[in-house]
T-cell receptor
Framework: GAGVSQSPRYKVAKRGQDVALRCDPISGHVSLFWYQQALGQGPEFLTYFQNEAQLDKSGLPSDRFFAERPEGSVSTLKIQRTQQEDSAVYLC????????????FGEGSRLTVL | GESVGLHLPTLSVQEGDNSIINCAYSNSASDYFIWYKQESGKGPQFIIDIRSNMDKRQGQRVTVLLNKTVKHLSLQIAATQPGDSAVYFCAEGAREYGNKLVFGAGTILRVKS
């Protein structure tokens, strides 16, 4: 597709369930980012991939959060044993360059944990 | 749609007027700045960017001004239209941040017809 694609758009999980969120970046984009956006706030950085290498995971809030990009294209963000505080929109973004520059964002996956 | 903005500052302008949205950034080492627009239920959309070796950059109906002395960034929108209503975020990039962008809290722009 022409843009960054994320699925599912909406996910409702019961507390304690595991969830997996998928990101399909723009073809050829080297850099891939995951951000978390709580209601009424700006996006907060979670993790960054350059091709298949996860170079920065400093923003992951706990060891329940795990991200991968095994072939340097599609990425999955997994959250284990979800908690209510995990409720947020999870945004994926990709970039053609490896220095700070324009990020192209997907529409996000809205996670609600009951 | 989303009920975003419960805690965000709001700017209300009349259609056709000019809008100025301000942002204070924290890192004096930041060398790249970008403005994003986010409509309800959508991801952030690029508006304009500027590097620290510049103090002004113009796009179509938008101008970004950078004042490094006071660490201030502004976005000016000329002849504001109803379609400009959204939440606007500034973001900064710095070598110490690696390749990530650090986002500000956001400002809601409401355009009255």
């Amino acid at each position: 597709g022409a843009g960054v694609s994320q699925s599912p758009r909406y996910k409702v999980a019961k507390r304690g369930q595991d969830v997996a969120l998928r990101c399909d970046p723009i073809s050829g984009h080297v850099s891939l980012f995951w951000y978390q956006q709580a209601l009424g706030q700006g996006p907060e950085f979670l993790t960054y991939f350059q091709n298949e290498a996860q170079l920065d995971k400093s923003g992951l809030p706990s060891d329940r959060f795990f991200a991968e990009r095994p072939e340097g294209s599609v990425s999955t963000l997994k959250i284990q044993r979800t908690q209510q505080e995990d409720s947020a929109v999870y945004l994926c973004a990709s970039s053609l360059v490896i220095q700070p520059g324009e990020l192209f964002f997907g529409e996000g996956s809205r996670l609600t944990v009951l | 749609g989303e009920s975003v903005g419960l805690h965000l500052p709001t700017l209300s302008v009349q259609e056709g007027d000019n809008s100025i949205i301000n942002c204070a950034y924290s890192n004096s080492a930041s060398d790249y700045f970008i403005w994003y627009k986010q409509e309800s239920g959508k991801g952030p959309q690029f508006i304009i960017d500027i590097r620290s070796n510049m103090d002004k950059r113009q796009g179509q109906r938008v101008t970004v001004l950078l004042n490094k002395t006071v660490k201030h960034l502004s976005l000016q929108i000329a002849a504001t239209q109803p379609g400009d209503s959204a939440v606007y975020f500034c973001a900064e990039g710095a070598r110490e941040y690696g390749n990530k962008l650090v986002f500000g809290a956001g400002t809601i722009l409401r355009v009255k017809s």
